[in-house]
């Protein structure tokens, strides 16, 4: 309605109707002096709402009260307000800012940072030894390094890096966007690297900068990087990237890494040995053929293959040419001046355990970028290694095996491997150690290989996890040092869901012995019949909690026989952590390593209870049966040199003799010894029978000989009178063993009286007794002839299947 409308209604005197579609909002009266009469005036924004434009109704509706019943409610919801706050346009808008920010900060970024100078030379430095004294071990620190142009390099080898490490290398800008991100976000988030660095940028990071895992020095490295690409040519980055890399054994760029690897100069280098070379970068200690075990060398030749693959797809290489080329397999090492004898294996070692806690305490770096920090640094590294008593041991293998090897009389004396640990099991320091006759003559360290058996000395383990777990026997019985079992040979164990039946050593029967017994004698099948009562998995639990590697074994019963790999130092941490009394050592030749402004923490080496007091030194009690009345009685028990030590033990021999132990411990040493048979020429493993000639009979090599014969003359040496202080009172250390006669076949129904000497039988006796006889019946002794020594029980040899124990023999 217009405003003439108005003027005519009031005129009228008349009343003017409310909007029909009004309901909720009511005209103001308007009282006039017109005839008396009221006259409704409707508001202006009334009236812009009938017949004002769009606008002006929007506006009008804002301006509205809210519904009945909720007085100055708004007209709109809320959520009305965050649409029009959110509109794609501010979004898009924003969007563009963050970007406009971001370039101007790296525009800002790259004009900030400039080259630096090359460091990578000046920071290499000597690594200085000490023994725990404070002695000069040894200085390692002249860098193998010899820069070579790139034009004496085969562009051939040349492409093996490429093709390994960025095979967009000759067209890309230096650096890997998506790369860069994700190892920002990884670094900033604590969780590792991953890859994704350009030759280019692992150039920097070699020569210009640090290994550091930064923010800011992965930004630094990008920019650096990029400058550096418009800066250089690309062969003068590749010739860089491959003269400043570290590619093991001491070897700094391509150059010293040819020699090392090949003994030829790097012109003179293969396809195949380049790419070998190339895929060493990723993890040169674990892919050094020389000393990988075999995940090492199964990753190492797929890295190879996939360098070669990828020089296909470039068109780098012929495919029927790469289709012929086998994997060059390495020359030996040749060691650095300065590491004869034993420092060399010290020094390993002493680098390894570095490197390990570096990575642990980082967390976020690689096993080559720790080697990297430790290898030529500047290091001050003191080792727990006492040199009177590093001497003593070297002496002791000495005096009683290689000085009785003669490899021009005997083919099978030059095959004769010695390793050897010592430690303090109250401290877990590493006190001395016998890694090989030198360490230019043999580089790999016998103490810490894990690629022979353990044998017999893995029994203990079964029955501390016996102990430990309170199990039973099958007839429900607890297990312990008196537990009666059957020690007859090849007898078949019961519970099991894989048939095993492991024979005993020259397949002699044992009768109804007690477990004290069947230690002493090292009786297989006892021990395989236990192993199932425990529970295979409750054993190598067991033996992971002690200190054995049992990450890649199947918990079946040949496990019992000590047929996986391991290595001197894992059984003296095994043993240490049973004299100390179940708390876990962890062997340690590390005391402190420092450098300027800088000292690692090291971890203590004493760790939790692990198994029981009680279980522990039962154990204890039961191997110093070993020694007073077992295998090791004659070279350790009645030794001349003996002087009132307490000591226990455990000897082993494998079956096909390609390894023969004897670990045993004091009160407050603790020292395994094993003789490995590796051929002198292949490294293949091969038997140790007929070493030294000297041995009557067979000629086997047992536990009970030269290995405990050299922990005697060791161990005696270095120690005092002493005693176990033991929580229990089951084993020989408190209940001495008796010592009943054997019967030459067993009764259908065995007696009540243990036998401890073997006899040989075709006929096993059907039921274990309950109670063996304080008083043993007399009966003729076994006319098979003894070696030497005493001998035990030897087990599997064969590592190819472990569920056959005779498949070596």
């Known amino acids: 309605m217009g405003r003439a409308d108005e003027r005519r209604a009031r005129q009228r005197g008349g009343r003017r109707a409310a909007p029909r579609n009004r309901t909720s909002e009511q005209a103001e009266p308007e009282i006039t002096a017109e005839g008396g009469t009221t006259t409704v005036v409707e508001s202006p924004a009334a009236e812009g709402a009938e017949g004002g434009t769009r606008a002006e109704r929007r506006r009008a509706a804002a301006k509205k009260p809210g519904k009945p019943g909720k007085p100055g409610a708004p007209g709109k919801p809320a959520k009305g307000r965050i649409r029009r706050l959110f509109t794609w346009k501010k979004m898009l808008g924003a969007f563009f800012t963050v970007c406009l920010l971001g370039i101007g900060a790296f525009i800002a970024l ?8 090359g460091n990578a030379l000046a920071q ?9 004294d404070g002695s000069v071990l040894a200085r390692k620190g002249t860098v193998n390094r010899e820069i070579v142009d790139l034009s004496k390099v085969p562009k051939d080898v040349q492409h093996t890096f490429v093709a390994a490490e960025n095979k967009t290398f000759y067209t890309d800008s230096g650096i890997d966007l998506r790369g860069m991100a994700r190892g920002l976000y990884n670094t900033a988030m604590g969780r590792g690297t991953q890859g994704g660095s350009t030759i280019t940028q692992q150039y920097v990071k070699n020569y210009y900068l640090s290994q550091d895992q930064t923010v800011t020095r992965k930004l630094k490295e990008l920019v650096i990087s990029l400058k550096v690409d418009r800066e250089k040519s690309k062969d ?8 400043t890399s570290y590619y093991g054994r ?11 690897y090949y003994r030829v100069d790097a012109e003179k280098l293969s396809v195949q040995q380049g790419a070998y070379l190339a895929a060493l970068l990723q993890a040169p200690s674990q892919y050094d053929w020389a000393v990988a075990g075999p995940v090492g060398k199964k990753l190492v030749q797929e890295r190879w293959n996939y360098v070669l693959d990828n020089m296909v797809g470039q068109k780098w290489l012929d495919k029927t040419k790469r289709d012929g080329m086998k994997f060059p397999i390495p020359k030996a090492p040749k060691a650095a001046s300065g590491l004869e004898g034993q420092k060399g294996y010290l020094v390993e070692l002493a680098n390894t355990q570095l490197e390990n806690q570096l990575m642990k305490s980082q967390g976020n770096i690689s096993r080559s970028e720790a080697e990297a920090q430790v290898v030529d640094q500047g290091w001050t590294i003191t080792l727990n290694i006492d040199p009177k008593r590093q001497t003593k041991l070297e002496a002791a293998v000495k005096s009683q095996l290689t000085s009785k090897l003669d490899g021009k009389k005997r083919k099978v004396d030059k095959n004769v491997q010695a390793g050897a640990v010592s430690v303090d099991p109250k401290t877990g320091k590493i006190l001395a150690l016998y890694g090989g006759v030198d360490y230019y003559k043999h580089y790999t360290d016998n103490a810490t290989r894990a690629d022979y058996q353990p044998a017999s000395t893995f029994k203990p383990i079964i029955l501390a996890a016996a102990l430990d777990q309170d199990a039973k026997t099958q007839s429900g019985k607890d297990i312990n040092a008196n537990t009666i079992y059957d020690g007859t040979s090849g007898r078949a164990v019961k519970g099991s869901d894989i048939a095993f039946s492991p024979p005993n050593e020259d397949d002699a029967d044992y009768g109804n012995i007690t477990v004290q017994t069947a230690m002493n004698k090292s009786v297989n099948s006892v021990f395989a019949q236990m192993g199932v009562d425990v529970g295979m998995k409750n054993v190598l639990k067991t033996a992971d909690d002690l200190g054995l590697d049992t990450e890649s074994l199947q918990a079946v019963p040949a496990m019992t026989l000590g047929s996986m790999g391991a290595s001197p130092l894992e059984m003296a941490s095994v043993y240490a952590t049973l004299d100390n009394h179940g708390q876990k050592v962890t062997p340690t030749i590390l005391a402190s390593a420092e450098k300027t402004g800088r000292k690692v923490d090291l971890p203590d080496p004493i760790g939790e209870q692990v198994i029981s007091r009680e279980a522990a030194d039962q154990v ?20 001349p040199l003996r002087k009132g030590q307490q000591v226990a033990g455990k000897t082993g021999t494998s079956d096909s003799n390609k390894s023969a132990w004897f670990t045993g411990y004091t009160p407050d040493l603790v020292t395994s010894v094993g003789l490995f048979g590796e051929d002198a020429k292949t490294h293949n493993q091969v038997s140790l029978t007929g070493a030294t000639g000297l041995i009557p009979g067979t000629g086997r090599i047992n536990g009970g000989g030269y290995p405990a014969q050299i922990w005697a003359a060791y161990t005696f040496g270095v120690t005092k009178k002493a005693k176990f202080d033991l929580n229990t009172d089951l084993g020989a250390a408190v209940q001495p063993t008796e010592s009943p006669t054997p019967s030459l076949t067993p009764s259908e129904t065995p007696s009540e009286t243990p036998s401890s000497t073997p006899t040989k039988s075709a006929t096993p006796s059907q039921t274990p007794s309950q109670t063996p006889s304080s008083t043993p019946t007399k009966s003729p002794t076994p006319t098979t002839s003894a070696p030497s020594t005493p001998a035990e029980s030897p087990t599997d040899g064969t590592t190819d299947n472990p569920l056959d124990p005779a498949d070596d023999q």
């Open 236 to 243: 003068e980055i590749l010739a860089g990237y491959i003269n």
């Open 620 to 639: 204890t009690s039961v191997l110093t049966g070993v020694v007073d009345d077992g295998t090791a009685k004659v070279s350790v028990a009645q030794n």
């Open 124 to 132: 290499t430095q000597s690594n200085v030894y000490k023994y725990s």
């Open 250 to 260: 001491g070897a700094y760029g391509i150059q010293a890494a040819a020699q090392a």
């Open 110 to 117: 790259y004009m900030m940072v400039s080259v630096p100078e």
